[in-house]
Every structure is written in C-alpha cells, then in structure tokens.
Nanobody, 121 residues
Framework: QVQLVESGGGLVQAGGSLRLSCAASGIIFSINAMGWYRQAPGKQRELVASITSGGTTIYADSVKGRFTISRDSAKSTVYLQMNSLKPEDTAVYYC???????????????WGQGTQVTVSS
C-alpha cells in the first residue's frame, strides 16, 4: 500500500506564508514526478507546481514568483513553499506522485487526502 500524507495547511492572512509537505510511504520502487494540485469550491482541480526526479519544475502562471516546489528524494517528500499568499489561493491542496511500486508495474499516479489552505483578506 502506498500513502501520501500531507501537512502544513491552515489559515493565514493575505501576504503571509505557508509551507506544505507531503511524504510518500509504503512499497515504492521509484518516484518520477511529484507535484501539488489545488481545488477551490466550484472549480476544477488545477496543477500548482510539479518537479521531476531530475529537478525540473513547472509552475502555474498564477503562482510563479510566489511559490517554490522542492523535493527530498531520499525521504520521498515534496514541499511547497507559498509566499505572498492571496485570497484566491484558498483551496484544498492535493499532493500527487507518479510512481512505480516495483520494476514490473507501470507508473501510475497516487494522491494525498488533501489539506485546506485558507487565505483571509
């Protein structure tokens, strides 16, 4: 069984910062990309940022310059440092990992349970 456990969400005022963490555990052969998605009420889930095993990053235009994604491959953990938060960043943030459980199974995506981020104006 593979689990992605997120932490670090909460309530913060506009202009503040939060750091999200997501640790993958269980039987894992290899992890490719890891990333963060978010879903606000009434909206579709959207990519916030992702990072490959080689360190290549992608960011949504709305968070460029404010959010930074990083990973510790030794700990199978991905982080999202969120600065200069805005009310429109309010959403449930989900961790994602594209991983392989053994050498014979295909890569598939796994998801965390989500963590609420609320930014007050």
């Amino acid at each position: 069984q593979v689990q992605l456990v997120e932490s670090g969400g909460g309530l913060v005022q506009a202009g503040g910062s939060l750091r999200l963490s997501c640790a993958a555990s269980g039987i894992i052969f290899s992890i490719n990309a890891m990333g963060w998605y978010r879903q606000a009420p009434g909206k579709q889930r959207e990519l916030v940022a992702s990072i490959t095993s080689g360190g290549t990053t992608i960011y949504a235009d709305s968070v460029k310059g404010r959010f930074t994604i990083s990973r510790d491959s030794a700990k199978s953990t991905v982080y999202l440092q969120m600065n200069s938060l805005k009310p429109e960043d309010t959403a449930v943030y989900y961790c994602n990992a594209d991983l392989r459980r053994d050498a014979y199974t295909p890569i598939r995506p796994y998801w965390g349970q989500g963590t609420q981020v609320t930014v007050s104006s």
